[in-house]
Antibody, heavy 116, light 112 residues
Framework: EVQLVESGGNLVQPGGSLRLSCAAS????????MHWFRQAPGKGPTWVSR????????DYADFVKGRFTISRDNSNNTLYLQMNSLKVEDTAVYYC?????????WGQGTQVTVSS | EIVMTQSPLSLPVTPGEPASISCRSS???????????LDWYLQKPGQSPQLLIF???IRASGVPDRFSGTGSGTDFTLKISRVEAEDVGVYYC?????????FGQGSKLEIK
């Protein structure tokens, strides 16, 4: 069974940092592009970042460029999102996700709250 | 970036009746390989989004066959042949052709 389990979300002050993790199982993690999405309260999902199978191709949404860093550890089947210089507007549930030829999956999400 | 526009935004439906959601993109999602890079997601209350349809018309694994996706280029439709109570939630289309992937505003299906 495919599973994606996010962790690392927390309450943090503006300007602070967090590192999110996504533990993957049930599929060959090292073969797939992986994505981070987020969903602010009462809003639709928004794409944040993606990374290719070996970590050599990375892409970010404009609103996180220079502040967030995506990475992966294929030996441990884990995806990461390092979030620095956090802003109030980064408050959201963060999801990791992937897509394959059967559809793919999203995790259940981890809550990030940026507030003073 | 590609703008996605859905309609209607609210969809009250009687169980057993059909339902249809439209999604339009500001640019064609049809690639030269013949695939339309358009996904449909359902977010049930309190859950994460789940992929229903990808490449415009391919049902994801485990998705009931009452869900179907049609369309090409800039105009797409998600159809539910007979709505069931478990289909309530917000439906989103998302273009996967160009970075950044972008979503429609969401269409909320509720049971009458």
């Amino acid at each position: 069974e495919v599973q994606l389990v996010e962790s690392g979300g927390n309450l943090v002050q503006p300007g602070g940092s967090l590192r999110l993790s996504c533990a993957a199982s049930g599929f060959t993690f090292s073969k797939f592009w992986m994505h981070w999405f987020r969903q602010a309260p009462g809003k639709g999902p928004t794409w944040v970042s993606r990374i290719n199978s070996d970590g050599t191709a990375i892409d970010y949404a404009d609103f996180v460029k220079g502040r967030f860093t995506i990475s992966r550890d294929n030996s441990n089947n884990t995806l990461y999102l390092q979030m620095n210089s956090l802003k109030v507007e980064d408050t959201a549930v963060y999801y990791c996700a992937f897509k394959d030829d059967r559809g793919g999956s999203w995790g259940q999400g981890t809550q990030v709250t940026v507030s003073s | 970036e590609i703008v996605m526009t859905q309609s209607p935004l609210s969809l009250p439906v009687t169980p057993g009746e059909p339902a249809s959601i439209s999604c339009r993109s500001s640019q064609s999602l049809l690639l030269s390989n013949g695939h339309n890079y358009l996904d449909w997601y359902l977010q049930k209350p309190g859950q994460s989004p789940q992929l229903l349809i990808f490449l415009g018309s391919i049902r994801a694994s485990g998705v009931p066959d009452r869900f179907s996706g049609t369309g090409s280029g800039t105009d797409f439709t998600l159809k539910i042949s007979r709505v069931e109570a478990e289909d309530v939630g917000v439906y989103y289309c998302m273009q996967a052709l160009q970075s950044p992937p972008t979503f429609g505003q969401g269409s909320k299906l509720e049971i009458k």
